[in-house]
């Protein structure tokens, strides 16, 4: 890697967590600037506008996310190891062990759910590769019999993405002792049904 290519990857490093904390909307080369202590000349020279930089945040950040979370589950065993796998590598990144405000990707889609353009379209299209994932990663778990061949994988990525959105807000915004405990019984509910 290149220092330009380093130097731009470190920018993005702190772009994504400023973003966890105060959304992509309020992410600016501006802002930018001010917490890299770089100028706003040389950052414009690298990302060119707003939109441009908050694309090249959830590029970044959905890169992140598949080396923190998704390879490692898929260096697990087939099947409902793997699945656990998944879901013991989410819960952190949910958490905000891996960015200060948490999932990046949440609150964007919230800021962008009803706003048409480029960050909307990456962000759907990031959405469902996601839980096209999950639903091959469960398929896997029925392969290897440990769940019922009838099983629905779509819901099943849909109920766990539910189950981290629900612990998102128990655990950041309520500050509840039992987010993770609940979210834990949640995802083991989820797998007993999906063995049934």
């Given at each position: 890697m290149g220092k330009g290519e380093s130097t731009k990857r470190s920018?993005?490093?702190?772009?994504?967590?400023?973003?966890?904390?105060?959304?992509?909307?309020?992410?600016?080369?501006?802002?930018?600037?001010?917490?890299?202590e770089l100028s706003k000349s040389g950052l414009f020279a690298h990302f060119r506008s707003k939109e441009a930089l908050q694309l090249e945040v959830l590029r970044h950040a959905r890169a992140r996310f598949v080396d923190i979370v998704v390879k490692p589950a898929l260096a697990a065993p087939r099947g409902e190891t793997r699945v656990r796998a998944l879901f013991e590598h989410w819960l952190p990144w949910v958490r905000g062990d891996v960015l200060p405000g948490g999932c990046v990707f949440t609150t964007a889609a919230t800021e962008f759910d009803d706003q048409p353009g480029p960050v909307r379209d990456q962000l759907v299209a990031d959405e469902r590769d996601l839980m096209d994932s999950v639903a091959q990663i469960f398929r896997t778990g029925i392969a290897e019999g440990h769940f019922h061949a009838d099983a629905d994988p779509e819901q099943f990525a849909q109920d766990l993405h539910g189950i981290l959105l629900a612990y998102l807000h128990a655990e950041r915004l309520l500050r509840d002792p039992l987010a993770e405990h609940r979210a834990r019984t949640a995802f083991e509910r989820l797998l007993d049904a999906a063995r049934r």
């Open positions: 920018i993005l490093d702190t772009a994504s967590e400023l973003a966890s904390e105060v959304g992509l909307q309020a992410l600016t080369i501006g802002t930018l600037a001010t917490r890299t």
